[in-house]
């Protein structure tokens, strides 16, 4: 069982990426998968999730209307597309997943984790 998060690099404020978990060994469609996010000093924060049939989703204040969560269980992959970046978005991303239908903020919800991306933002 494995998830693989990758897409993170760096770039200029305002700018966009889009991070891919790609999970592996796992019946995926049965899985909610949600994104945290921990940056330079601080705690690993919750970022975004969505339910395993893609009907419920959560988002951070922070990052409403400028993220994007989905998911391809034809693929097994989630996807958080980042837009309108900011510096203080700048932290390692790690997807997340858990064999319910939970959208919870809370990191212990989430019994896999994959290895962390990271994401730059220059300003």
């Known amino acids: 069982v494995q998830l693989q998060a990758s897409g993170g690099g760096l770039v200029q404020a305002g700018g966009f990426l889009s991070l891919s978990c790609a999970a592996s060994g796992l019946v995926f469609n049965r899985y909610s998968v949600a994104w945290f996010r921990q940056g330079p000093g601080t705690e690993r924060e919750f970022v975004a999730a969505l339910s395993w049939h893609g009907g419920r989703s959560n988002y951070r204040d922070s990052v409403k209307g400028r993220f994007t969560i989905s998911r391809d269980n034809a693929k097994n992959t989630a996807t958080l597309q980042m837009n309108s970046l900011q510096p203080e978005d700048t932290a390692v991303y790690y997807c997340?997943?858990?064999?319910?239908?939970?959208?919870?903020?809370?990191?212990?919800?989430?019994?896999?984790w994959g290895q962390g991306t990271l994401v730059t933002v220059s300003s």
């Open positions: 997340a997943a858990d064999y319910s239908s939970t959208v919870s903020r809370r990191s212990y919800d989430y019994k896999l």
